[in-house]
DNA sequence: GGTCAGAGGCC
DNA sequence: GGCCTC
DNA sequence: GACC
């Protein structure tokens, strides 16, 4: 235990960066805890604005938003009372309407070359504008409206407009619909839509897309063109200039921005496809569906580009009502690509069913010829049993190999197969695959709701039979035993003998050594000097080109490898390089962070067929890590930060003795690691599905389920998911996350959010002075990057009055002024004490200004305690100390502490006795009831906040 | 082997 | 009620 | 995946 040789270590470390006594999970963990000696100042709701943020503090380095707080500006407090011309008379217009075309025409020039631009096809969603019915948001718009996700999700298909009893107002142009004031029911955020159908209809003739000739696609009879790969291949042609088109009015700036992405990805593809077909056509990826040379890299090189805040964004909820489910290993969750040499034609039809297909087309091989080769009985143990199959694959894309060669093992060891699953023939479920598809597949929302005398078994139950206990995969389907309860450690041992057996578990079948091979020559990334590109960058991506950068990106090719994972949003081009191992964010072990981030968004990316509280243990380490400044050299190093064990210890070690490696000849059993561990996981689980799916999870709004589902509609950019193909339709905010993808997915400089602050606040006070306004979230605590703006807003009631409505005239006043933009969310009713609101804004007066996100919460005035603490976060935190609050009897939200809280445990979010509060004026009420030694905002990254209540 | 927060908005 | 987001 |  060197834990002394740490604890000094950390003690200097702080002394170094002047940080006052960090107290990091590491001190804590090491040191004895003690209470904290940082002065409990007045934290709770400074009364007036005194803090100015020090200038550019952090500005040297490219900051790294965790490397180090701002100390004394956490109060958030800053307020400008000139600053404002609080002039406005109102004339009502939508800002959007206003703000938009300018922004088009005026700003950037280049959009109006855009124009010029071949216009492919306009976008389905446009045309649905148009559609006489201004009534039916739904889906018919869509001329293509498939039901694309005929998987499990039940959307009625006709949505009934909501029930509504909400009335939200919000934007002015609420008002001009109603004139003043009164709440014109309005139809929330159907905005973009309400818009467009003011406008003539967009006449557009198109080109069609031309049909790719054949070599191009190596052959490929989708069987479904919805999830045809093929449709990626519509690129306008440089042929198809301008000729056909005729427009009826100037295309709005939706339309702008879909043409100018799609000429972006046009090109950028062309690029990319020169430099890497010879690759690209070296291996198929017969799970996603063709051999077709692949659309995947293409766009993932777009934007790989940083699809997800950097900063880690909480797991994702598991709605459930406790009882987690385990998600069981996924196993080797994609298809392996296959030589294309070795393809004959058969087998490439082959490769295009899908699993349920290729079993109805074993079976009817079989009714044809029982001595077919494909499937001639050539073992006994099934016979008898009715089977189905179930791979990691989801229903609707074509089985991968080991899917195939399963199914056929199973018929020709004598199963009947059952290519769905009928319960009343079905006498055992194989399957290999996580829990939640599984449910997909069995189209059950519980486990348990599968008759409990099917059996649901691993693979190894067809390979070695015997009782199906023996084989469980899931504990929340146990096989029946009569007389006889399965042993606990056996299934336990099979699931983690399933969980380690991950990628390779396939000796048994037939072709999976093969997998990827094209993986990267390369591991260069983000080649291109920031300074360089950066000025053209902004100035492109500013409003409305999402894809502006990836012009850039793709230039500099590396996301393509897909190891791009920028831990930063904006500044930050970590290094891999061995040689400057310290990267331009001060951090020694960013490079680890790479890594391991990579390797979660990867894992995140899998969804429902991943395990999201794996997902969390690498939010937790990656936010560990930030504030471990020494580098870390050795496994036991690794072991010693928190959160990390053994597991990921070796991935970290790996991690670092793979730069030393290629830096310095160290060989040894760390070698070997190398060349066995980490980097090959990262390479076993990056594929170009799932690269693609973390480019649609860095769409606002889209997250695992819903970039799957557009996966497996057959999207494969963002440029689909614009155009609808494949059926699906996108959100209002989803759009709004597609045309700002690159700003909303970068974070601002403090001083960004500072000014908009100042912006903002007097607006506020100006409705009502006596209001508290007050900027949370990361800015309070102190970070050199914020990625987003938090506002909170209470009222002291004391006067008999309180900000009910602030918030509708608040946001009415900044749209009218053009600070917010874009609305994401809006608040259930405006004119509760409580409301919430989500949107986009941007500073005004200039010209280049990115979009950002923003927030504002209003809460009751007694809550603010609670409140303050919650919006302050950090999100970790914050679940550890609700976490700390249950293990205490508590509970803790954003409203106050609770005690004797009783939750309805088939549905959790429903209290069946809503407790009495405990605390929630102040944040160290809450503190001290919770038995935590208050922490002031900047310490809240990740703090540990665990010391036992009652003692122990 | 059982944990790993709790809530609001949209669909 | 699922999914996403804070 | 980690911790208790
Ligand atoms: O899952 C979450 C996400 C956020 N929060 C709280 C804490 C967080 O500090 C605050 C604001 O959320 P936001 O997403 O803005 O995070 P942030 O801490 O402000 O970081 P960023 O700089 O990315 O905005 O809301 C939670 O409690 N749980
Ligand atoms: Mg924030």
Redesign the pocket.
């Known amino acids: 235990m060197q834990t002394m040789d740490i604890d000094a270590f950390f003690r200097e470390q702080d002394e170094h960066m002047n940080i006052p006594v960090n107290s990091d999970e590491l001190l804590t963990r090491f040191k004895p805890k003690g209470p904290m000696e940082r002065p409990h100042v007045a934290f709770a709701l400074p009364t007036h604005n005194d803090t100015v943020d020090p200038p550019a503090v952090l500005k040297g380095g490219s900051s790294n938003d965790e490397v180090e707080p701002i100390r004394p500006a956490f109060f958030g407090l800053t307020f400008c009372p000139h600053q404002s011309k609080s002039s406005m008379p109102h004339s009502e217009r939508s800002p959007r309407l206003a703000s938009n075309p300018v922004n088009v025409f005026a700003m950037r020039g280049v959009i109006v070359e855009e124009t010029k631009q071949p216009i492919p096809r306009t976008t389905l969603t446009r045309l649905s504008a148009h559609l006489p019915n201004p009534q039916s948001?739904c889906a018919p718009a869509s001329p293509t409206s498939i039901d694309h996700d005929t998987l499990?999700?039940k959307?009625s298909p006709t949505?009934p407009e909501?029930p509504a009893p909400?009335k939200?107002i919000i934007d002015p142009r609420a008002e001009r619909d109603s004139p003043e004031g009164v709440p014109a029911a309005k139809p929330?955020?159907?905005q973009l839509k309400s818009l467009t159908k003011v406008l003539p209809p967009l006449v557009l003739n198109l080109p069609i897309a031309p049909i790719p000739p054949a070599a191009d696609i190596s052959s490929s009879p989708i069987e479904d063109a919805n999830f045809s790969v093929l449709i990626n291949k519509f690129e306008p042609q440089e042929t198809s200039t301008q000729p056909q088109r005729e427009v009826a009015r100037q295309p709005t700036e939706y339309e702008l921005m879909m043409m100018r992405v799609k000429q972006r990805q046009q090109e950028n593809a062309n690029k990319k496809r020169h430099k890497h077909k010879a690759v690209a056509r070296q291996a198929i990826d017969p799970g996603t569906a063709g051999p077709s040379t692949k659309p995947d890299d293409d766009i993932i090189s777009i934007s790989s580009s940083r699809p997800a805040?950097p900063e880690i964004?909480?797991?994702?909820?598991?709605?459930?009502p406790?009882?987690?489910t385990?998600a069981k290993l996924t196993a080797r969750a994609k298809p392996k690509p296959i030589p294309l040499n070795q393809t004959v034609a058969k087998k490439k039809q082959e490769a295009t069913l899908r699993p349920r297909e290729y079993a109805e087309m074993l079976l009817e091989r079989q009714a044809q010829d029982p001595d077919d080769p494909l499937v001639r009985q050539t073992n006994h143990q099934l016979e008898g049993c009715t089977v189905i199959y179930i791979g990691p694959e989801m229903e609707n894309i074509a089985a991968s190999p080991l899917t195939r060669g399963r199914w056929k093992k199973l018929i020709q060891y004598g199963a009947t197969l059952s290519p769905v699953f009928n319960p009343e023939t079905v006498t055992h479920i194989v399957c290999d695959a996580a829990e939640?598809t599984v449910r997909r597949w069995l189209n059950v929302?519980k486990l348990s709701q599968v008759p409990s005398h099917i059996p649901i078994v691993g693979w190894t139950w067809a390979l070695r039979g015997g009782q199906p206990f023996e084989h469980a995969i899931f504990?929340n389907h146990m096989p029946e035993i009569e007389g006889f309860a399965p042993r606990?450690?056996k299934?336990?041992d099979l699931a983690q003998q399933r969980?380690r057996s991950t990628p390779v578990d396939s000796e048994d079948e037939e072709s999976d050594s093969e997998r990827r091979r094209h993986e990267r020559p390369s591991k260069k990334r983000r080649v291109s000097s920031p300074e360089q590109d950066k000025p053209r960058v902004q100035m492109l991506n500013t409003s409305l080109d999402p894809l502006a950068e990836f012009h850039d990106i793709v230039l500099a090719d590396l996301r393509a490898e897909g190891l791009a994972s920028d831990s930063e949003g904006e500044d930050s081009n970590s290094a891999t390089t061995p040689a400057n191992a310290v990267s331009s964010t001060g951090n020694p072990n960013q490079y680890i962070m790479d890594k391991l981030q990579e390797?979660m968004e990867l894992?995140e990316a899998k969804?429902?067929d991943g395990?999201?509280?794996?997902v969390?243990?690498?939010k937790?380490?990656l936010r560990a890590l930030k504030n471990v400044h020494r580098p870390i050299k050795t496994y036991e190093d690794a072991m010693k930060?928190?959160?990390?064990?053994?597991?990921?210890?070796?991935?970290a070690s790996l991690s670092r003795s793979y730069l030393w490696r290629s830096n310095a000849e160290d060989p040894g059993q760390i070698m070997e690691i190398v060349n066995t561990g980490d980097l090959q996981?990262i390479k076993y689980e990056n594929t170009p599905e799932l690269r693609t799916r973390k480019v649609f999870?860095g769409?606002?709004?889209?997250?695992?389920?819903?970039?799957?589902?557009f996966y497996n509609a057959g999207c494969r950019t963002l440029l689909d998911l614009v155009e609808g193909k494949g059926g699906i339709?996108l959100?209002?905010?989803?759009k709004v996350?597609i045309q700002f993808y690159d700003d909303?997915n970068s974070r601002m400089p403090r001083e960004e959010a500072q000014a908009l602050f100042d912006l903002i606040k007097p607006v506020a006070l100006k409705i009502d002075p006596k209001l508290e306004v007050h900027i949370m979230?990361s800015f309070r605590r102190g970070k050199a990057t914020c990625?987003?703006i938090?506002i909170m807003i209470t009222r002291d009631p004391a006067d008999g009055k309180d900000h009910r409505g602030i918030l509708h005239h608040l946001l009415k006043a900044l749209h009218k002024k053009g600070i917010i933009t874009e609305?994401?969310?809006?608040?259930?009713?405006p004119f509760?004490e409580?409301?919430?609101?989500?949107g986009l804004c941007r500073l005004p007066d200039r010209p280049d200004s990115k979009r950002r996100?923003i927030?504002f919460?209003t809460i009751p005035w007694k809550c603010r305690g609670a409140a303050l603490l919650?919006?302050t976060?950090d999100?970790i935190f914050?679940?550890?100390?609700?976490?700390k609050?249950?293990?205490m009897g508590?509970?803790?939200?954003?409203?106050g502490l609770?005690a004797g809280?009783v939750?309805n445990p088939s549905?959790?979010?429903?209290?069946t006795n809503?407790g009495n509060v405990i605390a929630c004026e102040t944040e160290e009420e809450i503190f001290a009831k919770l038995e935590i030694p208050f922490l002031p905002p900047c310490d809240r990254m990740g703090k540990?906040v665990?010391v036992?209540p009652g003692g122990s």
């Open positions: 948001p499990k999700r959307q949505k909501k909400k939200r929330s955020s159907k805040s964004n909480p797991a994702r909820k598991p709605s459930k406790k009882k987690a385990n939640p929302k504990p606990k450690g299934e336990k969980k390797l894992h969804g429902a395990d999201q509280w794996r969390m243990t690498y937790k380490v930060v928190p959160y990390v064990a053994e597991k990921t210890a070796k991935k996981r999870q769409v606002y709004g889209v997250g695992p389920m819903i970039a799957q589902k339709v959100t209002e905010a989803q996350g909303i979230g990625g987003d938090d609305d994401l969310a809006l608040p259930e009713n509760d409580e409301a919430i609101y989500r996100r927030d919460l919650y919006y976060g999100d914050n679940r550890k100390m609700r976490y609050a249950n293990k508590y509970s803790l939200n954003q409203k609770y809280v939750r549905k959790w979010s429903e209290k809503t540990d665990s036992y």
